[in-house]
């Protein structure tokens, strides 16, 4: 029997003439002196080690699979015991691999087929290699490896890129080159900041950045091509973003803090709620604004992000800047506004009480009611709101509170500001995702069921053609399809590669492929629009924080 402390592979480990594949060994080891069973303690059965399932093939090998491209493969689970074997469950390696398991239990001498589908990355030229664990009741489990090869058809040179510093000037250059010389087009950006894109067909294209449309457009740290290569539809480039200047963080000489060690304990005290000690550190020559070094937070920032309400108006009674900013330009407002805490709005209360500004923006653009929108409460997006907080404001990214709340945040939130009038129509600017597309995306369903009943577009297409349908298929839950086709969705419509949602749903990689696939091949007699690769994925958007953090 192999040990399953080493978890290799079936062809590193095994010789296929002694055993069909591995088993995993996961109880805890003996004990050297158990003892007796204390009284009324449980007693684990230990699992029996006999192997009673064989997997064929030994190794699930996909063969050439292309980038951000799910491919799926089958293998067969046969009962080679001389009692029915129930597979509890199929746990996969990590998330870009999924598997079912067999409902019923595979009887003596039976078998049952298994899918398994695994999904790539966006870069080229790796070998993959995955596992998957079949759980078998009252036995040790057998794990299965996955495996497939990438092939690199184009280069990209260089896969990240340095934008340059406040002042600085960078080429941004791009060198894309196809390595069996076909001729191929880049045909779209996203988000849209290279102005030169190859629309003519050559086997080699460079490419150039415009930077101040990347700052413009929210200094993105990913950028992503589309090219009409039949075996490489999209290559993505990562972006390192520049160290920001400003008083929190400008280059310090060697062994100083921006903050004094009196400063510094008033932030913790502040942060930890204690009023005796911010008191006690007030009564001594401090400045009351003076930041930490870690994110450029004042001790009013720290007590307002913790909602310690109780040291607020002693801050504010010894001249804090209700307005100050840290690194990422957000005000003591902003951060209370991102808080889940209930005791935020006694927070953000005491704030506007002392004029902080309700539509400040940081450094993204964001102001608190977007925050408020996306990671805050309800309670925290009606008070902003009643205080004058813009409704239709946007930040770099093109970002509503709407389109926040629609993705991320709480459906509460997407009532209150679709009853507040905010814009149904308004898309993003990196994925051109409008908030009914974000909720069929990310979102929770009674978001989704809000907006369709608000009216919101549904037909409108994003930057890769996809339609709200489209993208439920490429990401939501046969719940919302269901809600969809309801409201008269095109459950025919197709992106600007000629997919459809049937083609979406079969290169998906997670927990509901299997039961979308189902909803559109069984239930609405779909079938596959294309042969054609799949159209890339919308790219992720730039993490919710300022540039330098």
């Known amino acids: 029997m192999i040990s399953p402390a080493t978890k290799k592979s079936t062809a590193e480990t095994l010789v296929p003439d002694q055993i069909q594949n591995s088993v995993v060994q996961e109880q805890p080891p003996t004990p050297l002196n158990p003892g007796p069973t204390p009284p009324g303690a449980t007693t684990i059965a230990p699992l029996d080690e006999t192997i009673v399932i064989k997997i064929e093939p030994e190794i699930l090998d996909l063969g050439e699979m292309m980038v951000d491209t799910a491919k799926t493969g089958k293998v067969k689970l046969i009962n080679i015991s001389d009692k029915p074997v129930l597979i509890t469950k199929a746990v996969t390696s990590c998330g870009c691999t999924t598997a079912n398991s067999p409902k019923d239990p595979i009887p003596v001498g039976g078998s049952a087929e298994v899918d398994i589908t695994l999904k790539p990355g966006p870069k080229a030229g790796v070998p993959l290699s995955k596992r998957v664990t079949f759980q078998i009741d009252g036995h040790t489990p057998m794990m299965l490896t996955v495996q497939g090869t990438v092939p690199a058809f184009i280069t990209m040179t260089p896969d990240m890129l340095e934008a340059p510093a406040e002042g600085k000037t960078s080429e941004g250059a791009i060198t894309f080159k196809c390595l069996d010389g076909t001729p191929f087009k880049i045909t779209s950006a996203v988000p849209p900041i290279v102005p030169d894109l190859g629309l003519e067909a050559k086997a080699e294209h460079v490419v150039h950045v415009d930077w101040k449309a990347w700052d413009e457009t929210g200094r993105t740290i990913k950028l992503t091509f589309s090219t009409d290569h039949p075996k490489v539809p999209a290559l993505s480039v990562l972006i390192r973003r520049p160290a920001t200047s400003g008083s929190a963080t400008e280059p310090r000489a060697p062994g100083t803090n921006p903050t004094d060690r009196a400063a510094s304990a008033l932030v913790t005290a502040a942060r930890a709620g204690d009023v005796e000690k911010v008191k006690k550190e007030l009564e001594g020559k401090i400045d009351v604004n003076a930041p930490e070094s870690a994110g450029g937070r004042s001790a009013l920032h720290w007590a307002a992000k913790e909602n310690k309400v109780e040291v607020i108006p002693i ?45 400040s923006k940081d450094r993204l653009g964001g102001s608190p009611l977007l925050w408020a929108a996306g990671l805050g409460t309800p309670e925290a997006v009606e008070l902003l709101i009643a205080k004058g907080a813009e409704v239709s404001i946007q930040d770099k990214n ?16 997407v009532q209150i500001l679709v009853d507040k009038k905010a814009d149904l129509n308004v898309a993003d600017n990196l994925t051109g995702d409008t908030a009914v597309m974000r909720a069929a995306r990310n979102g929770k369903f009674e978001s989704l069921a809000i907006l369709i009943k608000a009216g919101a577009p549904l037909e409108s297409k994003n930057r890769q053609g996809m339609t709200t349908w489209l993208v439920a298929a490429n990401s939501g839950t046969v719940e919302k399809l269901k809600a969809l086709k309801e409201a008269k969705a095109d459950i025919a419509a197709k992106d600007t590669r000629g997919w459809n949602a049937l083609d979406y749903a079969k290169n998906r990689a997670d927990q509901n492929r299997a039961d979308v ?26 993490p919710p924080v300022a540039p330098g953090m």
């Not at 001249?319 to 991102?338: F, H, M, Q, S, Y």
């Not at 696939?517 to 992720?540: C, F, N, Q, R, W």
């Open 315 to 359: 801050l504010l009674a010894a001249k804090a800047d209700v307005n100050n900013r840290d690194r990422a330009g957000k005000t003591p407002l902003c951060v209370a506004a991102e808080s889940r805490d209930p005791k935020c709005v006694e927070s953000m209360k005491l704030l506007i009480e002392a004029k902080s500004d309700v539509n």
């Open 398 to 413: 093109g970002l509503t509170p709407l389109l926040w709340a629609a993705g991320t945040g709480d459906p509460r939130s």
């Open 517 to 542: 696939i189902k909803y559109l091949e069984v239930d609405l007699g779909m079938k596959p629009a294309s042969t054609v690769p799949t159209p890339m994925a919308p790219p992720a958007l730039a």
